[in-house]
């Protein structure tokens, strides 16, 4: 019996592991949609979820600054994980110091996709590695594609299309700075935040992550620029 259970939990183990590695050279298909796990687990309990795909070229130029700047400033420049951060909150840990966040985009991607939410070493270790092999096989611009049409923005709002819809009454390509700024500091924390109706705290953040993304340089070319030909070439 033990033999058995063993031998299951390995199985599940093994099929866990690998299944992220044979999916994401399946998403870097541009007509496959992938959905993220907290979409499945809302499905699963017959909950409402608002979710429409929206092409990175259809996004608003404005709302992928400012979100790459939020969340992953470094995010063209390295290779899936951000080491001095990450290191930086290894070493708070261990001087049992309290830890800030510091994961990069392809790693919240590979969280939002494959893995749970709740806060862990566990989830971050695992983190890692699919950052690393997700970042390895898509590009900057479907990777990103894929991260701002899974992300969380509010209970049972995936993506920023819906989130532009729900929040703004309007499409994403039509995002104003402020309006994308408020979206952007509402992904830390989508289930306390509303950006249709912020508080003043949310207000004052949003405020300065707006600022910063106008006055910043081309720390998001390799996403922007992308999307602006593809635009081009679509209209």
Known sequence: MIRRVLGFLLVTFAVLALLPIALVPVYAIPAVHPVSTLMLFDWARLKP????????ADISPVLVRTVMLSEDGQYCYHRGVDWRELNGVIDDALEGESTRGASTIPMQTAKN?????????????????????????????RLMEIYLNVAEFGEGIYGVQAASWHYFEKPAFALSSREAALLAKTLPA??????????????????????????AGGFSDCVVEPAQRQAKADG
């Open 190 to 215: 989508p289930s306390k935040r509303n950006p249709g109706k912020p508080s003043r705290m949310l207000s004052q953040i949003a405020s300065r992550i707006e600022g910063r993304a106008k006055r």
């Open 49 to 56: 979820v608002a979710r429409e795909w929206v092409p990175l």
């Open 113 to 141: 996709l494959f893995l749970w939410t709740s806060r862990s070493f566990v989830r971050k270790g695992l983190e890692v590695p699919l950052a690393l092999y997700a970042d390895l096989i898509l590009s900057k611009p």
